[in-house]
């Protein structure tokens, strides 16, 4: 056995060491001193990916050999050779460093064990030796065209989540989602559970000190080979993994990844890299975690985020995460409800319940998102989905919820302003909208009676439906920002 012990400020160290000629089997277990996250990534003596961990307290275990791989593992022929373990503190970039102390085994056997410590559920491979994303997009799970509900952003014990993959997977067929995207802080799950009517999807959690993006269907996992670990660094390898085709044996992924925001307005995880550019991001997590006790009035705020944008011509549409990191049992300080996947959840509308689908959906804003409500939502009778131009059309918008349990009311708002409202009752509620006096119209449903006083939020964000937009407007063809710090200092102009 060996043992790998030190002190890790923000930045980037280094691991080697021997595997001899007929080890069957690896193992690395590994935590950090205190209570804080390293980075872990395992590359045998062909400087292949074997394993990736988010190492904190207590202690983890990751277990690999020719057959069969434990959480965060890639199975495979055990190379002979110098492997190198590469650990990162990416945290106290812009701030006071926090040294982590840390402690790490590598143990080697030569005999094959009895595979106890593989996945034990059905899995789909994910990501390869190469660092490739292997995971088939255009795999059809169900055929029908409809709205499917899922979850954007989850979290398991591969980083720093509660659940395992096992309870992970009950939740979510207790949750009854359609599709789910785990997304982990700079990892990605090299097997995903094959479930029977749950799609499970790709994701990476890109996590830095200026900010967090989820790439939904990424095509290549981060390469921490020696990598630039700075927040500039990290955010441009992020958006190129969500594009870049990979050609897997007699397969190609050509399908486009989605680049998401997390949570932008809540402190201190909120997005404060100024240079991003804008053009690249296709949503944003306006709903995150509503259990978190700052979470209603980051809402608010990535409200006006979004107002701020189609104002300004950028089309980047809405969605909703759980961030789940907690058991059902368990619960936030002061939260008196579970975080849990599934709430909020985001509908996209797809040809088919497949990764393409859900991508391509996400992509063209064909997305509403929804905490309880059972909200259903038509447009010009079906025959318009949230994120089309409609140009100077009319649009009659109806809006509809199942749950009886509270009070709803909707807000139909036009290019910012609140310009209809009413209480959504058992047949629903219609807005009419005429586009030539709009650039975009959408719907926000919130809990609770409707105020008394015009202008007032009288009840708890609930539902969103993306906009139809005016594309005739000519600010569309050409954004009038084009940058996340351009976007802010027009936030501030506008007094938000």
């Not at 790490?104 to 059905?122: C, S």
């Not at 995207?181 to 479930?195: K, Q, V, Y």
């Not at 949503?283 to 300004?312: F, K, Q, R």
């Not at 393409?356 to 909200?375: A, F, K, M, N, S």
Request: glycine share 10%; hydrophobic share 35%.
């Amino acid at each position: 056995m060996l043992t790998f012990s030190g002190e890790l400020t923000h930045g980037h160290q280094f691991k080697t060491f021997e595997v001899s000629t007929g080890t069957q089997r690896l193992r690395l277990s590994g935590t950090t001193l205190k209570p804080g996250f390293l980075y872990a990534y395992l590359y045998d003596a062909r400087r292949q990916l074997r394993a990736s961990i988010l190492l904190q307290k207590p202690e983890k275990t990751v277990v690999i050999s020719h057959k069969s791989a434990s959480l965060g593992g890639i199975a495979g022929e055990i190379p002979p050779g110098r492997w190198t373990l590469h650990i990162y503190n990416l945290e106290g970039e812009d701030r006071n460093h926090n040294p982590m102390l840390y402690r790490i085994e590598v143990t080697t056997e030569h005999l094959a064990g009895d595979e106890l410590d593989r996945i034990l559920m059905p899995t789909v491979p994910n990501l390869n030796a190469d660092n490739e994303i292997i995971f088939d997009y255009r795999a059809m799970k169900n055929p029908a065209s409809g709205w499917y509900r899922g979850d954007m952003h989850a979290h398991t014990v591969l980083s720093d989540g509660h659940n395992t993959l096992e309870a992970a997977v009950a939740i979510i067929k207790r949750q009854q989602l359609d599709f789910i995207f785990l997304t982990e802080h700079n990892i990605c799950h090299p097997a995903l559970p094959d479930c029977e009517d749950t799609l499970v999807l790709p994701g990476i959690e890109i996590t830095t000190d200026r900010g967090h993006f989820n790439v939904h269907g990424p095509q290549k996992g981060l390469a921490m080979f020696d990598a630039d670990c700075s927040s500039e660094a990290l955010i441009h390898q992020g958006l190129a993994i969500a594009n870049s085709a990979q050609q897997t044996g007699t397969k190609q992924n050509t399908v486009t990844g989605n680049i998401s925001i997390n949570h932008p307005m809540m402190k201190p995880w909120h997005w404060q890299y100024a240079s991003m550019p804008l053009s690249q991001v296709h949503t944003m997590e306006i709903c995150c975690d509503p259990t978190w006790s700052t979470s209603p009035a980051a809402t608010e705020s990535a409200l006006n985020v979004l107002n701020t944008l189609w104002n300004n011509g950028q089309r980047i549409y809405a969605v909703g995460g759980s961030d789940s990191h907690l058991t059902p049992q368990e619960r936030n300080p002061q939260a008196t409800e579970p975080s849990i996947y599934g709430d909020p959840a985001t509908f996209v509308f797809s040809h088919g319940l497949c990764g393409e689908g859900i991508l391509t959906g996400l992509r063209q804003g064909h997305v509403y998102i929804e905490r309880r409500c059972g909200l259903m939502v038509n447009i010009n009778q079906g025959h318009v989905l949230p994120g089309q131009d409609v140009g100077d059309n009319n649009v009659n918008i109806h809006v509809s919820v199942t749950d009886r349990t509270a009070p709803y009311y909707a807000e139909c708002v036009a290019d910012g302003k609140v310009i209809s409202c009413g209480q959504i009752k058992p047949e629903g509620i219609d807005f009419k909208a005429d586009m030539r006096h709009y650039a975009w119209v959408r719907i926000d449903i919130r809990r609770g009676d409707l105020p008394r006083e015009p202008g007032q939020v009288g009840g708890e964000f609930e539902a969103m439906v993306n906009p139809v937009f005016n594309g005739q407007r000519g600010h569309f063809a050409q954004p009038q920002i084009n940058t996340w710090g351009e976007l802010i200092a027009a936030m501030n102009r506008n007094g938000h």
